[in-house]
């Protein structure tokens, strides 16, 4: 395949949960063209598809079918006939398998899956094809269907409804992997199957021998059968819920999760993803006197929180210091002029500042400060302390400068 052309990756089951979010994935690619294969395709349009790629990553699948004949005719049979496709292009295509740890289960749909897989081991070992068989734990991310089989988005989807969610053993351990990271895997697989002009015929078992090691582990290779996705999380259906349910609250508290990193960030972009559009928007509380308004947006366990205040003309806020709390202004709109004196030292300083050039101005323990509107409009300052304000000890002792 010559490296102007686009990859043309097919997808089946492109209309399912992980099928969704690969589609949208590949087609963000300049150097991939997407091609998908859904439940009302014929098995014609299949092998169509297949003369057409480049690679293949499949995914379509039974796993809550009426009949429990499904789990063979699409796990099993389906995977047969497509491995029988692409060994009659004459060329080899990568293929990824997503499969599923039930396979390891004595059940129809664990029998079908493992069938399954062991079709594609065949197939690879017979024609040398690359292969990659991704045994997936439970799945989680935007657009799974609640209500169905993924009890995180039957939970996102419940409490942010207020419906009630039903759980029958809080203890009951759960193995999650995001679907980002799921997407990540399977691309980075794509990416290191191309080797200057064409694809890498070789077989998954001898993988990681002809490429180095690092690369190997990089798309999840773990032993010489099944790939893993990484970062793979456990946590427990309570813990889960709890979780949850602190997403929905932290509108009303404005106390943010830590949803920057690892499992909580995944599950806090599930949970919002769920939100109906009519609970897009949410309301603040304001504060409003005779010197502006004053409202609080965001507020973090451990890094303080975010505010906002206007102050009319001519008008003075502030006049306090503080012991131990430190706060950053940043004047958007407007002019105002800052004045500071040490406590002690008797020390003074002004700056005027405007929303025509942004500067952020720190309050300095022991040092009283305020804020004046200068100019003609309503000035607009953002604010953020480093600690929740308490009521009940503010740190802020009222104090002309």
């Not at 349009?45 to 809550?64: E, F």
């Not at 500071?340 to 700056?351: C, D, H, I, L, N």
Request: net charge neutral; with cysteine; aromatic share 10%.
């Amino acid at each position: 395949m010559s490296t102007e052309q686009p990859m043309r990756v097919l997808v089946t089951g492109g209309e399912g949960f992980i099928g969704k979010n690969l589609l949208v994935r590949l087609s963000e690619r300049t150097n991939t063209e997407a091609l998908s294969f859904t439940r009302g395709d014929s098995q014609e349009m299949l092998t169509a598809l297949i003369a057409q790629s480049d690679a293949i990553v499949h995914l379509a699948g039974a796993n809550r079918p009426v009949d429990v004949a499904d789990f063979a005719r699409v796990n099993t049979e389906l995977t047969r006939i497509l491995c029988e496709a692409i060994a009659a292009t004459g060329r080899p295509i990568p293929l990824i398998l997503a499969s599923s740890t039930q396979a390891e289960m004595d059940n129809p749909y664990g029998q079908s899956k493992r069938a399954a897989e062991q079709l594609v081991e065949s197939f690879a070992g017979e024609t040398g094809n690359l292969v990659a068989i991704y045994r997936l734990p439970s799945v989680f991310g935007k657009w799974c269907k609640p209500n169905y089989n993924s009890v995180v988005a039957t939970f996102c989807y419940n409490i942010a409804r207020n419906l009630p969610i039903e759980i029958n053993d809080a203890t009951t351990t759960l193995q999650l992997v995001y679907v980002d990271d799921v997407l990540d895997h399977f691309i980075r697989f794509l990416d290191e199957s191309i080797e200057h002009n064409g694809f890498l015929a070789v077989t998954q078992e001898t993988f990681t021998a002809r490429k180095p090691k690092a690369t190997a582990d990089s798309i999840g290779f773990t032993d010489q059968r099944f790939a893993k996705v990484k970062p793979q999380n456990t946590i427990t259906l309570g813990k889960l819920a709890k979780q949850i349910s602190a997403f929905q609250r932290s509108r009303t508290t404005l106390i943010s999760e830590r949803v920057g990193t690892g499992l909580t960030r995944a599950l806090y972009a599930t949970y919002i993803s769920y939100l109906p559009p009519e609970q897009f928007a949410y309301d603040l509380p304001q504060y409003r006197d005779e010197r502006g308004i004053f409202v609080e947006m965001l507020k973090t366990p451990d890094c303080g929180q975010f505010s906002f205040f206007t102050v009319y003309p001519a008008v003075t806020r502030g006049s306090h210091y503080h012991h131990t709390k430190t706060e950053k202004f940043l004047v958007l709109r407007g002019v105002a002029r800052m004045c500071f004196r040490q406590m002690v030292t008797g020390e003074t300083y002004e700056v005027t500042v405007s929303g025509d050039k942004l500067q952020v101005i720190d309050t300095i323990p022991g040092w009283v400060h305020d804020i004046t509107n200068v100019g003609g409009n309503e000035v607009l300052v953002m604010l953020w302390a480093n600690e929740i304000f308490d009521r009940r000890r503010p740190d802020c002792i009222p104090c002309e400068v």
